[in-house]
Every structure is written in C-alpha cells, then in structure tokens.
C-alpha cells in the first residue's frame, strides 16, 4: 500500500469503511448531510489519489451513503439547523449570523429561513433575546460592572454592530433602564 498522510498506508475507501467513518463521526456530532459530505470527501478523495484510484465510484458511493442515511433518520438537516440555531440565539448570534453560519454548514436558505421562523414563533423577538444575551455574556449596558472596564456608549455600539445586531436593538438594550424591563419586552413581542 502506498504510504498515506502521517505516513501510515493508505487505505482504500470502500463503501464499508465509508460507512464506519460516517457513522464514527455522527457518535461525536450533529451534522447536516453537506457537511457530513465534505467531512467524507476530504479523506476519501485523498486515499483515492494516492492508490491511484478514480474519484468517481468514491464520489458515488459517498452519495449512496449519504442518501441512506438521510432515508434511516441519521442526518437530518432540519433537526441540525434548529438545535444549532437554538444553541447560537442562546450565545447571542443575531438572526441574519445564524442564517450565514447555517449555510457554512450546508444547510440550505429556505431551511435555515423556516427555523428561524418556527424559532421566532416562540421567541417573536429572536434578535432581541440573542442581543440580551450578547449583552450578558459582554457585560454590556444593564450587565456592566459597576468600577469594571468603563465603554463608552460608542463601543458599546460598535460591540453590537461587530455582533451584526441592527442599531435599534442594540440601542434598546443599551437605554433600557433594568434588566426586568427588557425582559419583559422579550416575553411580550
């Protein structure tokens, strides 16, 4: 066998071990079926180089293998894009970040757009509640710390904007004049 990377032979990537693969990396992450995609071909496709094979059965059987996990319920890139986006409003990523970092991922516009969707039908203010918890996380506005580092308003301002946040949430954070107000204001959007 030729020698692989890190200097170990390289193995041949049938659609057995492709398999195995796939299935040792859905242990460890959620994933959506384009990622889970570009993770196989990384390695497959540079095995097949270096045995000197042709690229397209392993493309093939990549896309066999994906298809069948899609059909067995093992990768579905809705249940992926709302966890995600779950998790990236709790860590205070406003909406129009999570619809890029879905798509980094592979998943595709309208699904993303529909999981904001379903998400905003529980939380109505979806760029509100992330902006809160930005500003928790940063201790900004009702968060600052009383003789802590001092920002001006200005850099507050541009922490939210850096963040993608729209001018008039991170200016409603920012003027709120308690913690309870604005949650409430989250509540009853």
Do not use: C
């Not at 798509?103 to 904001?116: I, S």
């Amino acid at each position: 066998m030729a020698p692989g990377r890190l200097g170990r032979p390289a193995k041949r990537p049938t659609p057995e071990r492709l398999r195995r693969r796939a299935l040792a990396y859905l242990e460890r992450f959620s994933t959506s079926r384009a990622h889970l995609g570009t993770v196989l071909r990384r390695r497959a496709l540079r095995e097949a180089e270096t045995l000197e094979l042709e690229a397209a059965p392993v493309e093939a059987a990549i896309e066999a293998l994906l298809d069948d996990l899609v059909r067995l319920g093992l990768v579905d890139d809705r249940a992926f894009a709302e966890t995600r986006a779950r998790r990236l409003v709790e860590k205070g990523r406003p909406a129009r970040r999570i619809v890029q970092e879905l798509a980094a991922k592979g998943v595709d516009r309208n699904v993303a757009m529909g999981v904001l969707e379903g998400l905003g039908e529980e939380t109505p203010d979806l760029d509100l509640a992330a902006a809160l918890a930005f500003a928790r996380r940063r201790r900004l506005g009702p968060w600052a710390v009383p003789g802590g580092r001092e920002r001006t308003p200005e850099q507050a301002l541009a922490a939210f904007a850096r963040a993608g946040f729209p001018y008039a949430v991170a200016r409603q954070v920012l003027e709120a004049a308690s913690l309870d107000e604005l949650e409430a204001e989250v509540r009853d959007a």
